[in-house]
């Protein structure tokens, strides 16, 4: 009698869990098909937010700031954001671990490399996009969570989607490889290692906090049919 493979564990996948050197019977708990959905998107079962998605609340965000009369004072603040979020991701107390705010000892050295990697990779984009569109698109996506919260199957399928969308803006995001059936050149996602992405949203969350509550207090006024607060967003 052949043995009963283990199967998926991820809602309405019936394929066979993947092979695993440190899962519990030489088995994984998902297939390799959710194992790299979940890589790439937080949760297999999420779906990745694509740039038709984003764009209206884009808009959305660009005419908030119109109509708060703050425009030159919103700008002046995202650079400043970007200024400081670029200089914290220099700083070498960045890569260390920290877990409960205590600093770890001897941590693994891929644990580090985590770090490391999140912090180079914020620094690319930070060098390669601009401070204000990069700003309205963060604040974009929290006002679609805000609007949408079914789009997203957990907090961290947001904290992935938010990465994604942020990295995005960069070719230095995309890798590619020639594909011989398509006779062209294919480019594909350029994944990060799990931790690296939630890292990144991490830092994405809270450079961004006073921003993306400025934001959505202003649409929630102006749904309301009130004048939408100016903020003092440099103070």
Excluded at 16 to 26: D, E, I, K, T
Excluded at 37 to 64: F, T, W
Excluded at 152 to 178: C, D, E, H, K
Aim: glycine share 6%.
């Amino acid at each position: 009698m052949l043995p009963v493979l283990p199967r998926c564990i991820t809602p309405g996948c019936s394929n066979p869990a993947r092979a695993s050197l440190v899962g519990y019977g030489g088995f994984g708990r998902t297939c390799e098909a959710c194992r790299q959905r979940g890589i790439r998107n937080g949760d297999p079962r999420q779906q990745r937010l694509l740039k038709s998605d984003v764009a209206p609340y884009v808009h959305r965000v660009e005419k908030l700031i119109q109509l708060t009369g703050s425009k030159e004072r919103v700008e002046i603040a995202l650079k400043d954001i970007y200024r400081i979020l670029a200089e914290v991701a220099r700083d070498p107390a960045a890569r260390a671990v920290v877990r409960r705010l205590r600093h770890l000892e001897g941590s693994k050295p891929w644990v580090v490399r985590w770090k490391v990697q999140a912090t180079n990779e914020i620094l690319r984009v930070v060098q390669d996009t601009d401070a204000v569109q990069s700003g309205i698109l963060v604040a974009a996506v929290f006002l679609l969570q805000s609007k949408q919260p079914h789009r997203f199957i957990s907090p961290l399928a947001f904290q992935y989607q938010l990465t994604r969308v942020w990295r995005a803006r960069t070719f230095l995001s995309v890798g590619s490889y020639w594909d011989n059936q398509r006779g062209k050149v294919t480019r594909i996602y350029r994944e990060l290692p799990r931790r690296s992405t939630e890292i990144i949203a991490e830092y994405l969350t809270v450079s961004y906090a006073k921003f993306v509550r400025f934001i959505l207090e202003a649409n929630r006024k102006q749904v309301e049919g009130l004048v939408p607060f100016i903020s003092p967003l440099t103070s």
